[in-house]
């Protein structure tokens, strides 16, 4: 796997909402094209190695893969600069990021030459992308809040009333929301000080996120 130079973060980020696969077939290789959104290099090297197994009877499994601040590629032997980099030339095009391209290669016995290769491969990602959900996440600051049952109805209207956003919910001796707010945390500290002692704060970091889906 080749890693290539850091990228800017961008005010919004540009994905895709959900696996996608396309085939195509050229001169009797079959090329099947698999985008997967990701969130981390883990995950990156995760459905690599998932889907390079599942499918180790194909003569390639080549890949290219935009995530967070990396970007690489990996031609898996096909001849060098005919995969792998023309498929993450096709997701930078797009202004793709958090997003890993596998695509599978099934040898039809007819040989393609370095430029027909890189248009194979090319094709392959940028017709799969076309029909793709594409959509815009957003930075969001993500924070979970624990507090007793006491004080939920009051939260629940400080949440609303402030506009944060509950991500995830947990119930035990405790109440525990993840949120995300998408402005500064003064609103949030206030809160804290309405409620001392009875609210506790634990910072989790940055996440981009789906507005629509909040």
Known sequence: MTYVNKL????????????????IEIKKSLFICRLFP????????????????????????????????????????????T??????????????????????RYFGGIKLGASGLVRAYSKSVQETIAISNIVHLYPY??????????????????????????LKKDFDENVHFQIA??????NLEKLKNKLRNSLNIKSIGEEYLNLKTL
Not at 85 to 102: D, E, G, H, S, T
Not at 181 to 186: C, G, K, P, T
């Open 8 to 23: 800017n973060k961008k005010t919004f980020m540009k994905t895709i909402d959900g696996n996608t696969e396309n085939k």
């Open 38 to 81: 990701v969130k981390n290099l883990m995950e990156v090297k995760e459905i690599v190695k998932t889907v390079s197994t599942k499918y180790g009877d194909a003569t390639h499994n080549c890949t290219a893969f935009v995530v967070n601040e990396i970007e690489g590629f990996d031609d898996d032997d096909e001849p060098g600069g």
């Open 83 to 104: 995969a792998g980099k023309p498929m993450l030339n096709v997701l930078k095009q797009n202004n793709l990021k958090n997003i890993l391209a596998i695509v599978t």
């Open 141 to 166: 600051q993500t924070y979970e809040l624990t507090f007793d049952y006491f004080n939920l109805k009051f939260i629940k209207d400080e949440i609303r009333k402030n506009n944060f956003k509950i």
């Open 181 to 186: 707010i998408d402005n500064d945390n003064q």
